[in-house]
């Protein structure tokens, strides 16, 4: 089978339809079978080139987003990406809020695809003048014919996955999937994917994945905001410090909260196992499939597919780089090793 046979007139037509892969010796000791749903093969390399086209083209329809319009967005940095990508192709201008979290790399590829960034304090609460949040709603208000993209609070979010990676991996497992296990962010993708699945079989199960620090996990067991659930931590563009509209938390069964050294050291260990090369969130995925393995959530009869959000190659300067694993004491005997550089 030839992939991507013939030539390809438009970028944006190769997103979505990404592969599923199966896993192999990182989970040979869990029981059931284990798959991964690599979105870093969209060409935004992260699974938000869908909700980016989809948000984008629904405002195309409506004739808000028109020629010489801007959009503006608050991001963790692949939102936008995929933004500035799109503008880039279609002819727009493009304007991120986005937090002093995310990582270098992210901030110097927007600004790389011609977006004009700005890098808001991520340790402020969401109604600060100084959040991305806040930010890039000024932004919007002060830039005319500019359109908001507002991923947490856009119903569109959870439409762009319960139309597209939901259906997908339905096909692409022929119905065999048990379990889903997803990272939790704006809640668009666990909740359009999760909604797509259990309308197909309502015994498929929903597994969350959130960060120590946010309040997803806490929330959706209780219904209650808890401030003390909340604190400052390192994974990107999972967990939240509010509740995302774009979160339906009756899709999902139950959370599992991972830490910033496991989910830093699966992601190494997934290169090392898989030779897959991804992202932080993949690493928080892989570790709290784990978890639930530990928690015997899975049988021998288990197909579970993992969605792996990004690619590697938006954290050189943090997961991979021995000097910021050093920096936030996460190394030691047990951490999963790079290679020795040998200058001659
Ligand atoms: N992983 C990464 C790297 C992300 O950027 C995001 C989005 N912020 C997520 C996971 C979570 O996806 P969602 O927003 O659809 O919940």
Redesign the pocket.
Known sequence: MIRNKGITKNLLDLIGQTPIVQLHKITKDYPGQYFAKIEAFNPGQ???DR?ALHIVENAEKKGILTPGSTIVET?????GFSLAMIAMVKGYSCKLAVSNKSSKDKIDGLRAMGAEVYVCPADVPADDPRSYYEVAKRIHNETPNSVYIN?YFNAL?IEA?YETTGPEIWEQTEGKITHLV??????????GTGKYLKEQNPNIKILGVDAYGSILKKYHETGKFDKNEIYSYKI???GKNLI?D??DFSVIDVYEKVTDKDAAYKAREIVTKEGFFP????G?VMQATEQYAAKEMFDEDSFVVLIF??HGS?YMNKIYSDEWMKEQGFYDSEMPQNSPAIYI
């Open positions: 992260s699974a938000k909700i991001t963790s940095g692949n939102t991923q979010n996955h997803v990272a939790s962010g704006t809640g668009g993708t666990i909740s990107e563009g999972l995302p774009a979160t992202g932080y969130t993949c928080a959000p990004d938006r």
